[in-house]
């Protein structure tokens, strides 16, 4: 009986010092792939930094900086601002205080004349910003959120309360895309907001955003729906659905996510 007692603490031990190889063993690929991740991180960010610095995006190859349609005739840093998390987690301590310093003395909108798009200012820049503030607690990056959440608001200034797709920084003229449903706004592009609007209410105290956002999910959800599917388009006047076009995936995904 003895024996049989050692012998199972014999082994009892020789599985927990393989269990401890095993569990080092892991710390070690999981710090190199951290390691990796951060390396590559640090490679986008430098040609960025070198090519590109206060653009919205760069073009890697032709490496020049670039201005996609959603951020209209703007100069606005998106790439800078979208990374600041990234940057954080990463370590990126340089980086990342750089990052700060611009959006703190370069990232300014009273003068940009240019049509944005709601969505991608407020998942890139909102949503950057917010991201920052929330790991770092600079006050910056929350008061520039409050700064561009307050220059999307003219967007919601329609009889349905439902946002256009577009705001003009300076002037606050709005419109939709042209390609969009006879007028309509798009479904995947008011249905992602409430993330980031009800956060900002959060941190700030200031009810209206999270207001702005509730009222577009009310109103979706009290509208008929064919089978329980939304439709891809809403119209921002008359609160009908415009084409009856239906998407599994793509563009309504964006928004079951935040509806869910």
């Known amino acids: 009986e003895r024996l049989e007692e050692e012998e199972d603490e014999r082994l009892e031990e020789e599985e927990g010092e393989r269990e401890e190889e095993q569990d080092e ?6 710090e190199l792939r951290r390691q990796k991740v951060r390396e590559m991180v640090k490679v986008a960010w430098d040609g960025y930094e070198q090519y590109a610095w206060g653009e919205n995006e760069l073009k890697p190859i032709a490496k020049h900086g670039h201005s996609a349609g959603v951020f209209g005739k703007t100069h606005l840093g998106a790439t800078i601002v979208d990374s600041l998390d990234t940057l954080y987690l990463a370590g990126l301590t340089e980086e990342f205080a750089k990052a ?18 709601v969505f991608e200012f407020n998942i890139r820049y909102i949503g950057g910003l917010l991201s920052a503030f929330a790991l770092s607690g600079e006050e910056i990056f929350k008061e520039k959120a409050v700064e561009v959440a307050d220059r999307l608001m003219p967007a919601f200034n329609t009889p349905t309360g439902i946002p256009m797709a577009l705001v003009n920084l300076k002037t606050g003229g709005t419109k939709n895309w042209g390609w969009a449903s006879g007028g309509c ?13 009800q956060y900002l209410t ?9 207001e702005k956002a509730n009222h577009v999910r009310s109103l979706l959800n009290s509208m008929p729906k064919s089978d329980g599917l939304y ?27 935040c509806v869910l």
């Open 25 to 30: 063993s892991l710390d070690q690929v999981n």
């Open 100 to 117: 700060k310093h611009w959006v703190e003395n370069s990232l300014v909108m009273d003068q940009v004349s240019s049509e944005v798009s």
């Open 185 to 197: 706004s798009v479904l995947a592009e008011i249905g992602t907001l409430h993330l980031e609007f």
């Open 202 to 210: 959060h941190v700030t105290g200031n009810p209206i955003y999270l």
């Open 231 to 257: 439709p891809n388009f809403i119209h921002p006047k008359t609160g009908n659905w415009g084409a009856s076009m239906l998407h599994i995936v793509h563009e309504d995904e964006f928004a079951r996510v």
